[in-house]
């Protein structure tokens, strides 16, 4: 027993320890090195996008021509996601008389400081304490300010009791969100409390039980989820609250273990090398920018710019600079620069898309996640049928799940979204249960008895950044063409969690998707 439970936990570390590489890889789409000995890996943002069009199906754009360049500095000012505009979401939008059963909602991060800084240059100047007298600010800031000190008489599991429940730096610590991050999440909270408030989603008493938040133990995530809760829920009880820990990114609890999942990640990576090697404009602009530090080339890419230069373009500080010196040239580096290297990544999203490697990956990270959601809303379908008596303290209605790029980029990916922009920061995604109304049935001539009547349909919708996305999704894609029913039904996305999704990798169950051994 001994001997089989340490080899489970050895699969568990190894598989972490590969999904650690991708993070690395993937934090602002850098160049990073592996313990392989490839000199670095990369993974970045998609360049397709969603658009508003004229009817409640939300479109993606035409796929742009492989000979037309990429913009890459307009799309990383989209990736800032800067809260200095006002947002349509269309959560909550439904056909008359249906009823909002549940709402699932998956959160990246906000904004947050570099997790590496340039060496020989200035670290960014951002405080990272909040004032709702400091720009940007929110008219809930101050109530959530006051509403976290209290923060003690939540229930928390034993990973999250120490974490701070606010950003607290004058300086800001590595990685910390800052209070950029904060309204982000407090305006995306505010923006579903207006579109649900209308559904009684939530009664005002609403019971602990309907009501599930959960995030990863790092402060920025569970910051995060606390924002975007206060602004779903101004000032909650939170002796109502548990808030759950997730030792994974990519929130598959108990079911994490999968040999052909890590594989996959490899493979994936070692694509995204070849192509970046084989990019000449990209090697002499990081040649040029290790002249400018006085660094070798090599260096500077394990020192992860790009993570920090995105700060500085969020945030409207000027790109750093250091003076002459020995062996460095000195100077400032520019946002020329800046664009080769998000180029680079956009070209290589088109390269990932046409090769598949990443689906593969995502399919299988995020099955876990995918399966709890589907069973969680086929729990409430059937609680919610005609003359079923609601138990005790009601379903859980309304779950959050706070979380990384790593975690929301392969769950696009996983939901067949690939045109779908790389998650930006405070990026959300939404699942959103519908009931349609209960039909009567005609009577037959000469019938005896009362009025019959048959229950309503249950449906799903999908949304990303508050566009409806459902009819772009693997499991609703020929549904669109097929039926005048304008919302997904939920049978659909049933069999494609539990079955057609592993068709991409030959395999009908997560089990034999992880397990089979090569033929």
Request: positive net charge; hydrophobic residues 35%; glycine residues 8%.
């Amino acid at each position: 027993m001994m001997q089989a439970r340490n080899r489970f936990l050895l699969l568990v570390v190894g598989g972490a320890a590969a999904l650690a590489i991708l993070s690395l890889s993937i934090q602002f789409f850098n160049l990073m090195p592996s313990a392989t000995g490839l000199e670095g890996r990369q993974y970045q943002a998609a360049e397709g996008g969603l658009v508003q069009g004229k009817s409640r199906k939300r479109v993606f754009p035409a796929p742009v021509p492989h000979t037309d360049e990429p913009e890459p500095v307009s799309e990383a000012y989209g990736y800032c996601n800067t809260p200095n505009r006002s947002e349509q979401a269309w959560e909550g939008h439904s056909l008359a008389d249906y009823k909002l059963l549940s709402v699932q909602v998956m959160i990246r991060h906000g904004d947050r400081y570099p997790l590496y800084s340039i060496p020989k240059t200035k670290r960014p100047a951002i405080d990272c304490t909040l004032s709702p007298n400091r720009r940007p600010s929110h008219p809930l800031l101050s109530g959530f300010i006051s509403h976290m000190a209290r923060g003690g008489r939540g229930h928390w599991d034993s990973p999250l009791s120490s974490v701070p429940r606010l950003p607290n730096h004058s300086s800001c610590d590595i990685g910390e969100l800052t209070q950029t991050g904060v309204v982000q999440h407090l305006r995306n909270g505010q923006l579903l409390h207006e579109a649900y408030k209308h559904h009684g989603l939530l009664p005002p008493d609403w019971s602990p039980r309907q009501v599930w938040v959960e995030t990863t133990g790092k402060s920025r995530t569970l910051q995060s989820g606390l924002a975007f809760l206060y602004g779903l829920l101004p000032d909650f009880d939170w002796t109502k609250l548990t808030v759950r820990h997730q030792w994974s990114t990519l929130f598959c609890s108990g079911a994490c273990d999968c040999p052909a999942r890590n594989k996959y990640l490899d493979e994936e990576q070692r694509r995204q090398y070849r192509l970046r090697v084989a990019n000449t404009e990209l090697e002499r602009t990081y040649a040029e920018m290790a002249r400018t530090l006085g660094l070798p080339t090599r260096q500077l890419r394990a020192a992860n710019p790009i993570d920090s230069l995105l700060c500085h373009l969020c945030h409207g500080i000027p790109f750093p600079c250091v003076p002459p010196s020995e062996g460095g040239m000195g100077g400032c580096l520019t946002m020329a620069q800046f664009a080769v290297i998000r180029k680079q990544q956009l070209l290589d999203e088109i390269d990932r898309r046409k090769v598949g490697l990443y689906r593969k990956y995502a399919v299988l990270a995020m099955y876990p996640y995918l399966n709890r959601t589907a069973t969680k809303m086929e729990r409430i379908a059937k609680a919610n049928e005609m003359g079923r008596q609601m138990r005790p303290g009601g379903e859980e209605v309304f779950s959050l799940s706070s979380a990384h790029d790593v975690t929301m980029a392969p769950l696009l990916s996983a939901l067949g979204l690939e045109q779908a922009r790389f998650p930006r920061f405070a990026a959300r995604v939404v699942f959103e249960l519908w009931k349609s109304p209960a039909v009567a049935l005609l009577k037959k001539k000469g019938a005896k008895g009362g009025e019959k009547v048959k229950d309503g349909e249950v449906f799903v919708r999908v949304l990303y950044n508050g566009e409806d996305v459902t009819f772009h999704t693997a499991f609703c894609k020929s549904q669109s063409r097929r039926s005048n029913q304008p919302l997904c039904p939920l049978s659909n996305f049933l069999s494609f969690v539990r079955r057609d999704m592993f068709s991409v990798v030959n395999a009908t169950s997560y089990q034999e998707a992880c397990y089979r051994r090569p033929t």
